[in-house]
């Protein structure tokens, strides 16, 4: 029988959710458990796909070609699992589903309402994965009391009625502030948002408490008190250094424990602490390398959240560590910033704005001999550069920008020139590649075949080949042995260019090969080995 732990926020978004469960879906996983995780978002988009990164940050995208919060991508690289389309909910595609239902007359003329129709959808969602994990864990987006979550949260008060008591286990993460000025925490924050919480029918198992300061004993006496948990389910969640360290920290407050108990469930295997000191050696590093990543969102990092952890797992790996700086595309100094890096990391996107600070980016990585890495559009952007600047061919574009360009050198899909719907019409999730030997990616994946996650619509116009390998640009790599998936300079010490998300799979203890081979460059770079 498939246990439930319900992870829901108060007080503030962008609590944590999603590390906490996770972190203690790890626990889990390390007693012998099947774990998986879910995701309800309460916004109306039917995916985060047409969002701009700002909203939400980084969209992750699964195997099978969901486009999803960047939650999943925590799930991922906690748990080393896959997600799918079943791991991510919208109220838009659960509202959507219904009203689809009511147009085809599955509710045989009933009045169609939130209670019973949207909840039970919701429910039936709750239970996707019954027959393939010990374990679910659910974690409902937004914070309690937003007026569009309302939908998610009665549907599990009446998931947790329907079941059995030791089947659901309710968690609730909190916020704790520190004012300053009272030199103060205070709990009445949580207190609001868990009477909130009960109002609707729901009492927490337990409360993970987010603070910048330590929790004493007082503090969790008063905590316990007011919010009916007894006070060793009242959990303390310090800022870490590092979020792999979270699992163990709840570790430390015996969360696998109480968990288990609460779920009357007993260890399917002796635990194992190896996890935890293979995270702790990630971090005894004193070696430095710096990486510029040149994007239109560097305001947010967020927005490139799997970029950000794949460059320090695969730093790790190589006993340094990494500092990021994140630079605008449009940024004047953009070039002179550039000079203090190692390594250039220009990232996926979409849109015209900051297109040509990219390219420049691109020109100074090449001239310069500095290791160079483009992921997706970063990898469109290369072949614009070297179109232009090695090639000579003058204007050359992507028609995502200049649907005129005499050299059209990146293009749309024949099958994708009509679009109606802009959501879930790219080229998602995997597709498999074939990579050339003798080059570059090859030495990275020591294999000739690949499968990795897309993202885009526009492909670099095969036409041009044989023009841009005559300059040294080659193809390493095809999708079904048209489609490029893999571009490469071989008279440089590592520039590579990807169609393709490799930050989607990289995973602590397993970086992902091009960010290592791209990080191990830049190493090189800076004790002049290149």
């Known amino acids: 029988m498939t246990k439930y732990i319900f992870i829901t926020g108060g007080v503030v978004s962008s609590l944590g959710k999603g590390i906490s469960g996770a972190s203690i879906g790890k626990l889990l996983q390390l007693h012998g458990f099947k774990v998986n995780m879910i995701k309800f978002d309460p916004y109306i988009n039917i995916d985060p796909g047409t969002m701009n990164p700002y909203q939400h940050g980084e969209i992750f995208v699964t195997i099978d070609g969901a486009e999803s919060d960047l939650d999943l991508g925590t799930y991922e690289r906690f748990l080393d699992i896959y997600m799918n389309k079943v791991n991510t909910n919208t109220a838009g595609d659960i509202y959507q589903t219904v009203i689809n239902r009511e147009r085809m007359g599955f509710y045989n003329g009933s009045t169609v309402q939130v209670i019973p129709h949207i909840t039970d959808e919701i429910k039936k969602r709750f239970v996707a994965l019954k027959d393939n994990c010990d374990i679910s864990i659910i974690e409902i987006g937004g914070t309690v009391g937003d007026i569009e979550g309302l939908p998610f949260v009665e549907s599990v008060r009446q998931f947790q009625l329907e079941n059995k008591k030791d089947d659901v286990l309710s968690i609730h993460i909190t916020l704790i502030p520190y004012i300053a000025g009272a030199q103060e925490l205070k709990t009445k924050p949580t207190q609001h948002s868990v009477n909130k919480l009960r109002e609707i029918g729901i009492s927490p198992d337990m409360i993970i408490c987010r603070t910048e300061h330590h929790i004493d004993n007082s503090l969790k006496e008063k905590i316990s008190l007011f919010c009916n948990v007894k006070k060793n ?294 004790n002049n080995l290149i």
């Not at 702790?280 to 510029?292: E, Y």
């Not at 390594?343 to 980016?361: D, N, T």
């Not at 074939?434 to 996650?453: D, F, P, V």
């Not at 490029?484 to 602590?508: A, L, M, T």
Request: net charge positive.
């Open 233 to 526: 389910y009242v959990i303390e969640a310090l800022d870490a250094p590092s979020i792999y360290y979270i699992p163990e920290f709840f570790y430390r407050q015996n969360v696998d424990l109480l968990v288990m108990n609460k779920l009357n469930i007993e260890p399917k295997k002796k635990f194992n602490k190896i996890w935890f000191k293979k995270i702790k050696l990630m971090s005894k590093f004193h070696k430095i390398i710096k990486v510029a990543v040149v994007g239109k969102y560097a305001n947010l990092k967020d927005a490139y959240k799997s970029i950000d952890e794949s460059l320090n797992l695969a730093a790790a790996e190589l006993k340094i560590k990494v500092e990021v700086y994140y630079f605008e595309s449009e940024d004047k100094n953009l070039i002179e910033k550039l000079k203090y890096c190692d390594c250039i990391l220009v990232p996926g996107g979409f849109g015209y704005r900051g297109i040509a600070g990219k390219v420049k980016a691109i020109t100074y990585a090449r001239e310069k001999k500095i290791p160079f890495f483009g992921i997706c559009l970063g990898m469109q952007c290369s072949v614009i550069e070297v179109s232009r600047n090695l090639a000579n061919l003058e204007g050359a574009n992507s028609t995502e920008f200049d649907k005129n360009t005499k050299y059209p050198v990146v293009k749309i899909l024949d099958g994708q020139k009509s679009i109606k719907y802009k959501g879930g019409t790219m080229r998602l999730g995997n597709y498999r590649a074939e990579i050339k030997k003798n080059t570059l990616a090859y030495s990275l994946y020591k294999t000739n075949k690949i499968n990795e996650r897309h993202r885009h619509r526009y492909e670099m116009n095969p036409e041009f080949i044989d023009i841009l390998e005559k300059v040294g640009f080659h193809v390493s790599a095809y999708h079904n042995g048209v489609l490029p998936e893999i571009v490469e300079i071989k008279n440089h010490p590592f520039f590579i260019g990807v169609q393709f998300h490799p930050e989607f799979n990289s995973r602590p203890m397993k970086a992902h090969p091009i960010f290592k081979g791209f990080i191990n460059a830049a190493i090189k770079k800076q």
